[in-house]
Structure formats: structure tokens, C-alpha cells
């Protein structure tokens, strides 16, 4: 009878194993998070708790280096690879040695400054709810693919924030990552927190996304998820957080955004945040008290630093500024004082805008970016300054492209122009001597 009962008991425990093994298959594909030169954050989730393994290597067939998570049970795995090359390619898996795929990888980045072909992909307000969403969300997925040469790869995203529509779990995954995954697990993933992501201290926001928050990445450690930088070949990125309302947070941030500026010595600038500094949308610029506010403490000392991009989000429409500089007022103080140029900075129409190096207030290109999911009709509405491009309703996403001393913007919608292109809107900015 007891050699029954042992039998049986270890069945039993045959089974369980079994039953965890098949059960911990990955119910949220890998996601890469805070790159750096040297190492790169793993993230993924499985269907029970379970210890987290990545195997990775120079090809599919050779994953011949693996870390494993401390020997805590986890559903959400996150696992740090560090002693990396460089500019170098790695396969990867989270299934096993064996598991390499051609699609699934990561490429470090290059040490810092050193200026390299850098591709960009941005999207913006992807995880908002809505019965339309999902096919327009993938499509926007599809006509990135369709763009990049039949690729999902981009050296790294940038979100400009809403990745969910009240800070559920669900949504996170449902409106975001089951429509990016194929993106996200061979590129980078930098996010932006916009005003849905803060909803209940942003808490799931906060433990789903791992960021360079402690100038691991370049720029100035920030200790805090909500806002952060980080530096890609000669580009440095700042990512500010335009939902915190107490007096110290937001103070603590304004002079953490000084000290970074302060401190960059990268070519090229980029500032993201999720409300605009300027927009004629729903959300109107000229009297939320948010933007006024942020226009004045943030936007001088941008354009202090020679700051080229800003992209915004928010208003599920698609503006972009002509080369325009020091406009911290209202859009009705604008005057011809404000314009750096007013050409549409496009070498087969005019000609690109041109920038000198390391010197400020050169002119800044302000961009709104298409919702990735819904578009909004109707909702440019008041004349804001001259912009070279406006349009609402349409869905769709941004590639930059940055080369040297050249960087490439294009606009790319999910619904074709009269002419038959995605691309509606495109400009260069170049830096001179």
C-alpha cells in the first residue's frame, strides 16, 4: 500500500510539473527596455509564476549565454543582460536554448556621440479604448512594416503616452502590447505618460515598464519613471511627464530638466511629451492651463539647449510648425519675429531647414503626432500660428531618420493621399558649420 501511495504521489508530482511547464508558456511576448551600450532589460509575462530564463548569442543557432532570474516565482519576468559589445547584434529567447528565432533580437547601441544611421519609430496614444481601435492600431503596425523594407525593427520607439485608457493591466495588454509585440520584442521601447496612463498613481505603468532612470542610458539620472533621458548615437532624448500637478514634483522635475540640458553634449535634440506646447486641437494650447504652464518653466530652456524636435501627442491630430523659435506666449502673440523659416523643408519643394551647430535658438519643429488608434474629426478647429501641415481625423504614426547631421521626419498615415502615398508630410533639418 505504500509502495502505491509513493507511486502515485510521485506521479502526482510529475503531473504538476508538467501541468506548470506547459502553463508557463508566454502570455505577453518579450518587450526590450532600457538599452544602453552595454546591456538591455528583458520583460516578459508567463501563465503562472515560474523562474525567468534568457538565452542569447550572436546567431539563431548559437544562444550560447543565458541569465536567470533570482529564484523568486514570477508571472512578470524582467531579466538585466550586461557585458554586452557595442553596436552588436544578439539573438535572444525566453523559451529555451534551443527557441532562437530570426525575428527575435536586439541590437545594442553605439557608445555615445558616435553618430551612426539611427531609425526612429513614434507613435502615440495607441492604448486608448475605442471599437475601432484595434484594426486601425495594427494597420498602423502594417504601414510601418510596409515603410521599413518589410521590417518591424527600429533602432528604438518612442511612445508620446496614453499606452492604456485608465492604468489597467488589461488594456496594457489588450490596446498595447497585442498590437505592438512584434515591434517591441526587436525594438527598444521608450515610453511617454500621458494623462490616461495616470490614472491610480499610474501604478501599473509604473511596474510594467523598465527605464533608464538612473543615467544608465546618458543624460542625467532622474529617479523616477515619470520622466527620464537617455542618448542613441549623436541624439539625446528627453522625456518630460506633463500630469504632475504638487508644486515640489513638478519643480523637482523642471530642475532635473535643466541639469540634463546642461549636460548634453549630443548633436541632436529631441523633447517628447504627451500635452502640447502648441496645438490647435481639442485640447487648446493657448488656454489649458497645463501647456501655458509647461511653455513657460520648460520651453525656454529647451530652446536655450538648441532643442530641433518637440513631439507631442494628446489630441489624436497631426500638426507640425514651420522652423519657429521663443513663442512661450499664446499662438496670438506669434509674429514674423518667431520665424526661423517658413519654407516647408523639403528638398524637392523648397529646400531643407538648415541649423548651425551648438547654437540656440536656431528654431524648433513642433510636431503633434497622429493617434496611433483614433483619429479625431474636426477637432483643428482655431487658427494657431502658420503650421506647414495640419490634418485631423486620420490615424497613423512618425519615422525619423537621423544620419550625421542630418535627421528625416515623415508623416506616415494609415489612409493614402490624392497622390497614393502614405506619406503626407516630410521635412529635413540639416546642422551646418
Request: charged share 20%; net charge neutral; with cysteine.
Amino acid at each position: 500500500m505504500k509502495k502505491t501511495l509513493s507511486n502515485i504521489g510521485k506521479l502526482g508530482l510529475v503531473l504538476i510539473f508538467v501541468t506548470l511547464q506547459v502553463s508557463a508558456q508566454v502570455t505577453r511576448q518579450p518587450y526590450l527596455q532600457d538599452l544602453t551600450p552595454t546591456s538591455i532589460v528583458i520583460r516578459w509575462q508567463t501563465g503562472v509564476i515560474t523562474v525567468g530564463n534568457v538565452f542569447y548569442g550572436p546567431s539563431v543557432s548559437t544562444l550560447n549565454q543565458s541569465v536567470t532570474e533570482s529564484k523568486d516565482l514570477k508571472i512578470y519576468h524582467e531579466v538585466t543582460l550586461t557585458s554586452l559589445t557595442p553596436n552588436t547584434k544578439y539573438y535572444y529567447s525566453v523559451t529555451g536554448a534551443s527557441k532562437g528565432s530570426e525575428d527575435q533580437y536586439f541590437t545594442t547601441s553605439p557608445v555615445a556621440g558616435t553618430a551612426k544611421p539611427t531609425r526612429i519609430w513614434v507613435i502615440s496614444d495607441f492604448g486608448q479604448t475605442s471599437s475601432r481601435q484595434n484594426d486601425n492600431r495594427l494597420e498602423t503596425v502594417a504601414q510601418w512594416k510596409a515603410f521599413n523594407n518589410n521590417s518591424y525593427h527600429s533602432d528604438f520607439v518612442l511612445t508620446l503616452g496614453d499606452q492604456t485608457q485608465d492604468d489597467a493591466i488589461y488594456q496594457l495588454q489588450h490596446n498595447f502590447f497585442n498590437q505592438v509585440e512584434n515591434v517591441v520584442k526587436m525594438s527598444p521601447l521608450f515610453t511617454t505618460i500621458g494623462n490616461h496612463d495616470y490614472h491610480d498613481s499610474i501604478y501599473n505603468y509604473q511596474r510594467t515598464f523598465t527605464l533608464p532612470t538612473h543615467g544608465e542610458a546618458g543624460g542625467v539620472a532622474s529617479g523616477t519613471k515619470q520622466y527620464y533621458s537617455f542618448d542613441y548615437s549623436n541624439v539625446h532624448v528627453v522625456i518630460l511627464c506633463t500630469e504632475i500637478e504638487d508644486e515640489v514634483g513638478y519643480k523637482t522635475q523642471t530642475e532635473w530638466l535643466k541639469k540634463d540640458l546642461e549636460n548634453n553634449k549630443q548633436e541632436w535634440l529631441i523633447a517628447c511629451l504627451h500635452r502640447p506646447f502648441h496645438s490647435g486641437g481639442h485640447h487648446k494650447s493657448d488656454t489649458d492651463k497645463s501647456m501655458i504652464k509647461n511653455r513657460k518653466n520648460w520651453l525656454t530652456l529647451l530652446e536655450d539647449h538648441g532643442v530641433d524636435l518637440v513631439l507631442q501627442g494628446h489630441n489624436h491630430v497631426y500638426e507640425r510648425s514651420y522652423l519657429i523659435d521663443n513663442l512661450i506666449g499664446p499662438t496670438t502673440t506669434y509674429t514674423a519675429a518667431n520665424n526661423k523659416s517658413t519654407k516647408l523643408g523639403r528638398e524637392d519643394v523648397d529646400e531643407a531647414y538648415k541649423k548651425k551647430k551648438n547654437t540656440p535658438h536656431q528654431g524648433t519643429i513642433f510636431l503633434t503626432s497622429f493617434a496611433g488608434g483614433v483619429g479625431q474629426e474636426d477637432w483643428v478647429k482655431y487658427p494657431i500660428f502658420p503650421v506647414a501641415f495640419s490634418k485631423s481625423e486620420w490615424v497613423g504614426s512618425l519615422v525619423i531618420d537621423v544620419n550625421g547631421d542630418r535627421m528625416d521626419v515623415k508623416s506616415l498615415c494609415n489612409t493614402p493621399n490624392e497622390k497614393g502615398s502614405h506619406i503626407w508630410d516630410y521635412f529635413t533639418i540639416i546642422k551646418t558649420n
